[in-house]
């Protein structure tokens, strides 16, 4: 807003043909960029939930206003209302209260008894209206003293600048300060919808409120003036998508800007066949199946309806993750469950194969792949940081880009790593809310991934990234409890950080996937290859285990710097046979290969990262009905008992072995773990804490702050008695 009060303080000092020339200039860009979403942006067709349509069973609405700027335009309203008169339709002129000139009580009159409308436009029409709080207080007392002289119910911005919540200070039944699309506008975010909606007034009564009537026709002024187009295709083109959509088109023309017959061509009009083009065509193209009406009578159908539609343009929310989108089982599940209600959701992530589109839309999720994970070179940490801050650099310029064509209402940004969120900066400074997912504290991650789990200089640096990304997000989600207390001390967010495990998605991990029916015994590790993973001590224990099973298959699903060295132990232990090695492949697909096998293993170190790493796979598993060993480190012991998993001892290669015999040997105690595992992931996977992520997602776009109630640090907390 403070671009717009440094323009309109300096515009009385340029001359109109510099302004017209510049904005000229400007919206020959606009034009170009916004071709996808302007004049018609196919995403605002969706109606309110609920919409009945309109009266009389009419196909769409139809309404007329006209915003009357100076004298000019004032002498032309008269005429103007005639021409309207003669081919059986009726506007609202919206005057200025205090401006240029004083709307005479005559003419006011006048369009009442013929069945016009008069609305208030504006206060002075200066841009300075909603410069402050207080003055726009002080002002709407002004405006609300000629509401009530004029009779008017309605009223409109100068300039489309506006504060919807502000209005609410006006004694209005309706406002029309808003639109579908227009990106010429100076405050160019649109309502994304073509239906009138209800703007409740917080702590109200029900009926405390009003409507909000878009334009969904170009302004003359936009067209005629500033594009310079020829004639009124738009107008007429768009009319027509309108009433196929069932929407409501309401046009606003200027009779200031209007040519009348005998008048000598200017650049400031435009010949007024072109808005009688308009009427023409909707009288006898539309005549029969047009609800032709006036703004009071659109927003008493509103306020009659129940429940009242609320803005039907949908939310737009991107998700950031450094990972390969259908992998990460915890991105998919958010961006489902968003796209599932109706949010247009976008993700930027990696690459898996080159084969793989640069873009593509999966359960109606659109994902963007910016940079590619097959060479996966990441041996280093420096390496790891050159990819980090090429994915920040290239995810940062597409969020500038495309927020500039539509904002974006939510950003999601996921570590690793932390600083990953900054991508966002830009976007918040405008209003854009940003949450922080942390699935893995990074300070112990790299520690375990590039030190074996000893921390030094760069620990120090990581937390220092820590605790800037923190500040960087309105909302921090961490993936466990134990960590959550760790990280909100370190980073001094507790009173903004929520927690959502890992849980199973039941759409996707879910009993009865089982495909095969042979006899062998397979066990399995679905995951990263990394140190803190424990698998070397899994390849150890399986030598023993494969001793007493001959027939014992160990099946690794996953990638990472560990691999080559698990593949050289495999082969000195001499059981390269039956250990066998394998791509990571996408989430449903790993849902099938894990309900394949006869026993999961998660063999974690407890050191300080794995100890209090929560581990996805033991949930997934407990979903498909597959039985688990799991290593007793401090989280799992945390979360779940030896009624739904087996435990062993963390780093005892020899007592892996001994519990992953038990677990295929003990049929009968393995069938009632199950049974027990299987009940407790379903009370406590995706569908328990769906409602709580979107009701986290609503609270902050509507107000910044997260509700207390269901994301709090201890909600749902699933620990203690798991059966």
């Known amino acids: 807003m403070s671009f717009h009060r440094c323009y309109y303080a300096v515009k009385p000092l340029l001359p109109w043909r510099l302004r017209i020339a510049l904005r000229r200039l400007a919206a020959t860009g606009s034009r170009r960029r916004f071709a996808g979403l302007w004049p018609i942006d196919p995403d605002s067709a969706r109606p309110p939930a609920g919409w009945p349509g309109w009266p009389g069973d009419r196909r769409f609405a139809f309404v007329i206003t006209h915003d009357v700027e100076g004298k000019d335009g004032l002498a032309k309203c008269r005429a103007l209302a005639e021409l309207e008169l003669k081919l059986g339709f009726r506007s609202c002129f919206n005057f200025i209260p205090e401006g240029p000139y004083a709307a005479p009580a005559e003419l006011r009159t006048w369009l009442l008894e013929h069945g016009f409308e008069v609305g208030v436009h504006d206060l002075h029409h200066d841009g300075k209206l909603f410069a402050s709080r207080r003055r726009f207080h002080a002002k709407a007392k002004r405006i609300n003293h000629r509401l009530r002289a004029w009779g008017a119910t309605g009223f409109r911005a100068g300039f489309m600048l506006r504060n919807l919540d502000w209005l609410h200070d006006l ?76 929407g409501m088109a309401l046009v606003n023309v ?69 990972s390969c989108y259908e992998q990460d089982n915890r991105v998919m599940r958010y961006a489902e469950s968003l796209a599932a209600r109706g949010d247009l959701v976008e993700v930027l992530a990696l690459r898996r194969h080159r084969a793989d589109p640069l873009n593509a839309t999966l359960n109606g999720v659109h994902v963007h792949r910016l940079d590619d994970r097959f060479d996966k070179q990441e041996r280093s940490p420096l390496c ?131 495909r095969r029916r042979d006899s062998r015994t397979v066990i399995l590790f679905p995951g990263s290859l990394h140190w803190h993973q424990g698998l070397d ?64 293993i998660v063999p974690k170190r407890a050191d300080g990262f794995g100890n209090e790493a929560y581990s996805t796979k033991i949930m997934e598993f407990m979903a498909l009905g597959v039985p688990v060993v799991v290593a007793a480190t401090r989280i799992d012991r945390h979360y779940f008992d030896e009624s739904v998993v087996r435990f062993f001892p963390p780093g005892d290669a020899a007592s892996l072995a001994r519990t992953m015999l038990a677990a295929l040997r003990d049929t009968e105690g393995t069938r009632a773990r199950v049974a027990r595992a299987a009940e407790y992931a379903a009370r406590h996977g995706w569908a328990a804490r769906e409602a709580d992520y979107l009701k986290l997602v609503d609270d902050l776009i509507r107000d910044g702050n997260a509700a207390e109630s269901g994301v709090t640090a201890q909600s749902r907390h699933p620990a203690a008695t798991p059966a």
């Open 384 to 514: 790891h940081l050159r990819r980090a801050l090429r994915f920040l650099f290239r995810s940062a310029c597409w969020l500038r880009t495309e927020s500039a064509l539509r904002p974006f209402d939510l950003v999601h940004a996921h570590n690793m790593p932390d600083f990953l969120v900054l991508a966002a900066a830009a976007l918040r400074r405008r209003g854009t809310r940003v949450i922080l997912d942390i699935h893995d504290l990074t300070p112990e991650f790299y520690a375990a991934k590039f030190r074996d789990g000893r921390p030094g200089v760069t620990s120090l640096v990581l937390r220092v990234l820590e605790r800037i990304a923190a500040a960087a997000a309105d909302h921090i989600i961490v993936s466990n409890h134990l960590w959550r207390e760790k990280y909100a001390a370190r980073t001094r967010t507790a009173g903004r950080c929520s927690v959502f495990l890992n849980h199973a998605d039941a759409r996707v991990f879910r009993p009865g996937l089982r």
């Open 171 to 246: 004694a209005i039944a309706w406002d029309s300060s808003t639109f579908d699309t227009d990106p010429f506008e100076p405050q160019s975010e649109g309502a994304g919808t073509i239906f009138p909606f209800w703007i409740p007034a917080p702590g109200s009564p029900a009926d405390g409120g009003y409507v909000e009537l878009p334009y969904t026709l170009p302004q003359d002024s936009t067209l005629f003036l500033l594009l310079q187009e020829p004639s009124p295709a738009i107008w007429l083109r768009k009319l027509d998508w309108i009433a196929d959509q069932g």
């Open 254 to 322: 200027h009779p200031d800007y209007i040519r009348l017959e005998g008048e000598p061509p200017s650049p400031r009009t435009y010949p007024l066949a072109c808005y009688t083009s308009l009427l023409e065509h909707i009288r006898d193209r539309h005549g029969e199946t047009a609800w032709h009406t006036l703004p009071h009578a659109v927003a008493a159908h509103v306020k009659s309806l129940s429940p009242r539609p609320a803005c039907a343009r949908p939310r737009r929310i991107c998700l950031l993750t450094q």
């Open 537 to 600: 001590l899994a390849l150890l224990a399986f030598r023993e285990v494969s001793a007493e099973l001959p027939g014992a298959e160990l099946h690794l699903h996953g990638d990472g710097g560990m691999k080559p060295a698990l593949v050289a132990l495999a082969a000195e232990l001499d059981c390269r046979g039956v250990v066998r090695f394998h791509d990571p492949v996408p989430v449903r697909e790993i849902a099938h290969v894990m309900a394949d096998a006869d026993l999961g």
